[in-house]
């Protein structure tokens, strides 16, 4: 398997459109999905469902189309620090969940590359589930976790700043006239929580009785870069 063949499923599989693929990848349209074809052919799966216009991700074209951004970022990591010769500089992938402790992080960020302006950093929200899975395969350099995570494996130190756990409701919320919260005002109220392991094991434990009996929703991740450049 090709890293370009890798690109040019990415690259179809945004668009949606072979048409438009082929045009942002100056290449015929018979030879792209010739391509595709012959990628499906090695990997023994159909990736696309194809329609008169659009074509959509079977279910293992999704599963293809998260390894291959992780084959490619890392690729592209790999290259990018490797040609930076004797200049401090590359890319620097940190992982890390959504908490108002990571200002702290990003001030040292931007203090590196005020120094370092080689230097770009991708800083990819998730939970800690998703992270040290990343951490695991390579395609993360650093991971902040927030919680009680197994770090037993992983070189770490712990940062000097905390979270507190609390509960976001409308004004209008009979909660909200609360002084402090029970387990058993929980149970009959819809709650947004982060899903990884350790909050739900550090919730059931709370409660007395699994997550899985309460009505809860969970938060998607995001991305975003920076660089000095």
């Not at 991700?57 to 004797?86: C, P, S």
């Not at 702290?104 to 929200?125: E, L």
């Not at 070189?155 to 058993?184: M, Q, T």
């Not at 007395?208 to 969970?218: A, C, L, P, R, Y």
């Amino acid at each position: 398997m090709e890293l370009r063949v890798l690109k040019y499923f990415l690259v179809v599989a945004t668009e949606r459109n072979i048409s438009n693929a082929a045009k942002i990848l100056y290449v015929s349209q018979p030879a792209l999905s010739k391509q595709l074809k012959n990628l499906e052919e090695e990997l023994g799966v159909t990736l696309f469902k194809r329609g008169n216009r659009n074509i959509t991700l079977t279910e293992d074209g999704v599963y293809f189309l998260t390894k291959a951004k992780e084959i490619l970022a890392l690729v592209d990591t790999t290259v990018a620090n490797l040609t930076q010769e004797d200049i401090v500089g590359g890319e620097i992938n940190i992982g890390a969940g959504e908490s108002a402790q990571m200002g702290h992080i990003f001030k040292i960020i931007n203090d590196m590359m005020i120094d370092y302006p080689n230097i770009k950093t991708n800083v990819t929200s998730g939970n800690a589930d998703e992270m040290l899975l990343k951490l695991d395969n390579g395609t993360l350099d650093f991971a902040i976790t927030f919680g009680f995570v197994d770090k037993s494996k992983y070189e770490h130190l712990s940062l000097p700043w905390c979270d507190k756990w609390g509960l976001l409701v409308r004004k209008d919320n009979f909660l909200a006239k609360k002084d402090y919260i029970l387990s058993k005002d929980l149970e009959n109220i819809p709650l947004i929580i982060s899903k990884q392991t350790n909050v739900d094991n550090f919730l059931a434990g709370w409660i007395g009785k699994s997550i899985e009996n309460f009505n809860k929703k969970t938060a998607r991740s995001r991305r975003l870069s920076t660089s000095g450049r």
